[in-house]
């Protein structure tokens, strides 16, 4: 008992090294409450938004990115209630933080713009749906343009990882304001066109046959959408054809498909004798100068 009595006489001695300014007073015990509702609140809400993501994990019937959006939005409400818990048990006012409003309205305006807005971005994100974990899409263009999987949308950014595992952070404002490609976001069927140029005296049925056959020898390309072939153009040296097959599975990438097709191409061509042109020109000299008398 006289351990119990001790503790509210300490709590007042560690508060009697401070000073007062106004109605609040600064010392060591407010310091040291302050410290600790502060591990409180960070240990509280990160138990809590476990439990929470685990809870939405265990909703079958919700897909990836409703369980997302839930874990997003669920986890807000509870960081904003544990921190105005946390001011209460201080003894904070409420009242006594608005004449910090202003301040705090021109650091959002100004420092924080970019933060809030990548925040909005990604719940919208996740409320469309238009972007969802496992999806792969493609962002930017010529050497800027990044392709790869969505592994995981988070509040500032989104991490896409390509096919040399290199993972991008990607701003959520960003994926909101630009053109972005979604080769999942309503169907995991997409089209690979592949070109491909063969010799003026070569036997076109002969050829869309081979290219046919390729296509169809692929294991990846095997029970999907036919393949096709067109005759896209007559170019300066060849008949310019464009294989198109159809793949299910594009986080995989398509770069092995590409190889792959025209190797089997080329071996084909050479057993079959259809020649793959190189460029090459025909020079035809009009007039020739005389020949002088000293020449030879």
């Given at each position: 008992?006289?351990?119990?009595?001790?503790?509210?006489?300490?709590?007042?001695?560690?508060?009697?090294?401070?000073?007062?300014?106004?109605?609040?007073?600064?010392?060591?015990?407010?310091?040291?409450?302050?410290?600790?509702?502060?591990?409180?609140?960070?240990?509280?809400?990160?138990?809590?938004?476990?439990?929470?993501?685990?809870?939405?994990?265990?909703?079958?019937?919700?897909?990836?990115a409703e369980q997302l959006l839930g874990?997003?939005?669920?986890?807000?409400?509870?960081?904003?209630?544990?921190?105005?818990?946390?001011?209460?048990?201080?003894?904070?006012?409420?009242?006594?933080?608005?004449?910090?409003?202003?301040?705090?309205?021109?650091?959002?305006?100004?420092?924080?713009?970019?933060?809030?807005?990548?925040?909005?971005?990604?719940?919208?994100?996740?409320?469309?749906?238009?972007?969802?974990?496992?999806?792969?899409?493609?962002?930017?263009?010529?050497?800027?343009?990044?392709?790869?999987?969505?592994?995981?949308?988070?509040?500032?950014?989104?991490?896409?990882?390509?096919?040399?595992?290199?993972?991008?952070?990607?701003?959520?404002?960003?994926?909101?304001?630009?053109?972005?490609?979604?080769?999942?976001?309503?169907?995991?069927?997409?089209?690979?066109?592949?070109?491909?140029?063969?010799?003026?005296?070569?036997?076109?049925?002969?050829?869309?046959?081979?290219?046919?056959?390729?296509?169809?020898?692929?294991?990846?390309?095997?029970?999907?959408?036919?393949?096709?072939?067109?005759?896209?153009?007559?170019?300066?040296?060849?008949?310019?054809?464009?294989?198109?097959?159809?793949?299910?599975?594009?986080?995989?990438?398509?770069?092995?498909?590409?190889?792959?097709?025209?190797?089997?191409?080329?071996?084909?061509?050479?057993?079959?004798?259809?020649?793959?042109?190189?460029?090459?020109?025909?020079?035809?000299?009009?007039?020739?100068?005389?020949?002088?008398?000293?020449?030879?």
């Open positions: 008992m006289n351990a119990i009595r001790s503790i509210p006489e300490f709590m007042g001695w560690l508060d009697s090294f401070g000073f007062d300014v106004g109605d609040y007073r600064i010392s060591i015990y407010r310091a040291l409450l302050i410290v600790a509702v502060g591990a409180g609140v960070l240990v509280s809400g990160w138990f809590i938004n476990m439990f929470v993501k685990r809870m939405f994990r265990r909703m079958t019937r919700l897909d990836g874990e997003k939005l669920v986890g807000i409400v509870v960081w904003l209630g544990l921190i105005l818990i946390g001011i209460d048990i201080l003894g904070i006012s409420l009242t006594a933080l608005t004449v910090f409003s202003g301040a705090i309205g021109l650091a959002v305006g100004f420092g924080l713009q970019k933060t809030f807005g990548n925040l909005i971005s990604g719940i919208i994100l996740l409320m469309d749906r238009s972007i969802k974990p496992g999806d792969v899409i493609a962002v930017g263009d010529g050497t800027t343009r990044t392709f790869g999987q969505v592994n995981r949308i988070g509040i500032r950014a989104v991490s896409v990882i390509t096919r040399d595992q290199i993972e991008y952070i990607i701003p959520n404002e960003l994926l909101m304001t630009s053109q972005v490609e979604n080769w999942s976001f309503s169907s995991r069927d997409v089209r690979i066109r592949v070109p491909v140029g063969v010799a003026y005296s070569s036997d076109i049925e002969l050829v869309e046959r081979l290219l046919l056959e390729a296509a169809r020898e692929l294991p990846r390309l095997r029970n999907l959408l036919e393949p096709t072939v067109w005759v896209t153009g007559f170019g300066p040296n060849a008949i310019d054809f464009e294989v198109q097959v159809w793949i299910d599975d594009p986080e995989v990438g398509i770069g092995d498909l590409r190889s792959d097709l025209l190797k089997l191409i080329l071996k084909k061509f050479r057993a079959n004798g259809v020649e793959i042109p190189f460029p090459q020109q025909d020079v035809h000299i009009r007039d020739w100068p005389p020949r002088s008398e000293g020449d030879s």
